[in-house]
């Protein structure tokens, strides 16, 4: 397999955030990979389409990756997401024992890996996961700059 890097693998959620258009959802897209780097789960924002609050980008995927695995346990996986995850998803990735989160955009205002709260990195959780953020950071946001001033 070839290893791709994370601004490879951040324009792969781009394009799966755009997905999210079509049902009106705000243009999020998550990928979770292997610890080989085999793309297990591509999923977008479906709160609309799905009427389901949970239906986060990071959610669906960390479904559907656990569900190819045969299992919740998701150690050594890299979940990448074009935007900071909120404290579910970010409560999600721990508790699914994610090892490396990579995101674009930070969230001031609901972001739960840094800015508003940094629930992933809490000493007194037993698992903490590898953060990078910040990957491809401009492009992640103008996704959601286009999306909002089109909904506005």
Do not use: K, Q, Y
């Amino acid at each position: 397999m070839t290893v791709r890097s994370d601004e490879d693998l951040m324009r792969a959620a781009i394009v799966t955030a755009r997905r999210a258009s079509a049902s009106e959802d705000v243009p999020i897209g998550a990928i979770v990979l292997d610890p080989s780097g085999e793309e297990l789960a591509s999923e977008c924002n479906a709160r609309e389409a799905l009427g389901d609050p949970t239906a986060h980008a990071e959610m669906l995927a960390l479904r559907a990756a656990a569900s190819r695995l045969d299992g919740w346990r998701l150690t050594g996986c890299t979940l990448v997401v074009t935007v900071e995850p909120c404290t579910m998803c970010a409560g999600a990735l721990v508790l699914a024992r994610i090892a490396r989160v990579v995101f674009g955009a930070w969230e001031p205002r609901t972001g739960a890996v840094g800015s508003l709260w940094d629930v992933v990195r809490d000493r007194r959780l037993t698992h903490r996961p590898e953060v990078v953020p910040g990957v491809l950071a401009d492009e992640c946001s103008a996704l959601l700059d286009e999306f909002f001033a089109s909904h506005r």
